[in-house]
């Protein structure tokens, strides 16, 4: 079983992250704030659906990669660092997101279920992203590989439901703030490449297995 302190860990990191404006939450935003909050939670329950299968995926991958050697694993080390890194780039490099004009036209709500489902799982970098993420606070040691990714996809899953939720329910008020603050997205990005950094720097100093 991952450690508590772990999974607070993998949390409160994971919510900041859900905070940082990208597709997702801004369309889920400008929907929230066109169509209502319950349309907001449609649209997130087809995101976090989205977000299981990846998971599901990733149990797969990451105890076949973990248990077969310490070449497979050093190797995605390598290449979980590289990709964190990358990522940490990007999100200092960003700048304000713009959120998207009102648009009239209502789309139901088992429409949006289903488009944040196929929102998520069109999306490879979010795999990639868990492949790049998990390893790192997995511990062969303890045995059961496969539920203890479940468990820090729950704890990741968790800390976007509620954000997500938030953001259902705040989508005009909050809409408007990130119009008028292009600060307030900077500071959310530098947040998130710092963020990168640190599992960038923790992965790195991770033993091989």
């Not at 479940?150 to 809409?175: N, R």
Request: with cysteine.
């Amino acid at each position: 079983m991952v450690s508590t302190e772990v999974l607070m860990a993998i949390f409160t990191a994971s919510f900041i992250l859900a905070l940082v404006p990208g597709p997702d939450n801004l369309f889920l935003l400008t929907q929230s704030a066109l169509e209502g909050p319950l349309a907001g939670i449609c649209l997130t329950l087809g995101l976090l659906t989205g977000i299981m299968c990846h998971t599901a995926a990733v149990i797969f991958g990451v105890t076949v990669i973990i248990t077969s050697s310490a070449y497979a694993f050093a190797a995605l080390k390598i290449f979980g660092v590289c990709y964190l890194l990358y990522l940490a780039w990007g999100a200092f490099r960003a700048s304000g997101s713009k959120i998207p004009k009102k648009k009239s036209t209502r789309i139901g709500y088992l429409t949006l279920y289903r488009r944040g489902i196929i929102m998520n799982i069109s999306n490879p970098k979010i795999a990639v992203f868990f492949l790049a993420f998990f390893p790192q606070f997995i511990n062969p040691s303890l045995g059961a590989i496969a539920r203890q990714t479940v468990e820090l996809a729950a704890s990741f899953i968790a800390a976007f439901l509620i954000v997500f939720i938030a953001i259902a329910y705040l989508a005009g008020s909050l809409g408007d703030f990130l119009k008028r603050s292009d600060k307030a997205q900077t500071y959310l990005n530098r947040a998130a490449g710092t963020i990168f950094v640190g599992f960038a720097i923790k992965l790195a100093l991770t033993e091989t297995r």
